[in-house]
């Protein structure tokens, strides 16, 4: 008995300096500089120059424009429609590789992983290549007589769409994959056997088991997505604007550090919030007493 209550002791003692360097990096590298970000967002004026004091006037800018809040739905929007849609190309092939053979998903997981060893610039060219008017997609299109001259299917948000949708699917399909695998097939073969057709297997038993990894791949994808800032100023143009578009105006273009950094932090503050609210309405209840292999 007092061995085993030492182990725990011990235990912690042994993980703190493993924890140190992750913790200091963390610290040196990102809490450090957003309290940075944070003071600076506080400064009345629009430059940080012999800047003193604290203000709101950055946030009441922010929110009291119509085109600011206006843009910030947009960014939002964005967000949740990439996530449903890498959520309905990625669980198929989440689960599909999950249920392969150690050696045949060998292969196919080099492909899901090989898009994310590109350099984001070179993806978001490619597709530019591809849309362009005399792109691959139109080329085909006209050869097949469906249009009868090259389409715009550029700068607009359903292109800033489709190209976030292919930058973050493999995030989903391997946050579906790591928990299909912990599946016990037998709990399959046990529906079937009760008389479950595929449907009812597939929403009354993989489904529920799956919704960690689902809802895990979600946060993932609409923290990225919320915060996108290349793609849509490449892809989409004037007419698909982001907040982090907004962003880099402010701090690179016009020099506005106090009001970038305010927006830095409601589109933060949006995130966090709606991850929270996602988290205490939706994840929580769907994983409580949840238990995989």
Request: with cysteine.
């Amino acid at each position: 008995m007092k061995s085993s209550a030492a182990e725990p002791e011990g235990g912690k003692k042994y993980w703190l300096p493993l924890l140190a360097p992750a913790s200091l990096t963390l610290l040196v590298f990102l809490l450090i500089p957003a309290g940075i970000v944070l003071r600076i967002s506080f400064y009345p004026g629009s430059t940080t120059i012999g800047a003193e004091g604290y203000s709101l006037a950055q946030y009441g800018k922010f929110f009291g424009d119509s085109l600011y809040l206006s843009v910030l739905g947009e960014t939002i929007s964005y967000a949740l429609i990439v996530c449903l849609g890498c959520l309905v190309l990625g669980f198929p092939v989440g689960y599909s590789l999950a249920r392969h053979p150690p050696a045949k998903r060998r292969l196919r997981m080099l492909m899901v992983i090989v898009p994310l060893t590109l350099s984001l610039v070179v993806v978001v060219f490619g597709w530019l290549v591809l849309l362009g008017r005399h792109g691959l997609v139109n080329n085909l299109l006209v050869a097949l007589g469906i249009v009868s001259s090259p389409q715009q299917l550029l700068f607009n948000r359903t292109a800033v769409v489709i190209v976030l949708i292919q930058q973050f699917l493999p995030f989903m399909i391997l946050s579906v994959m790591n928990v299909v695998m912990q599946i016990d097939p037998v709990l399959e073969q046990a529906s079937t056997s009760l008389r479950a057709n595929r449907a009812r297997t597939f929403f009354k038993v993989i489904i529920p088991l799956s919704t960690p990894g689902i809802l895990a791949g979600l946060s993932l994808i609409f923290v990225m997505a919320v915060s996108a800032f290349v793609t849509p100023r490449l892809v989409g143009g004037p007419r698909a604007q982001m907040v982090g578009g907004f962003i880099y105006d402010q701090i690179l273009s016009t020099s506005n550090w106090p009001f970038g950094a305010a927006m830095a932090f409601i589109l933060l503050a949006v995130g966090f919030g709606l991850m929270a609210v996602l988290n205490a309405t939706i994840i929580r209840p769907l994983t409580r007493g949840l238990h995989v292999r």
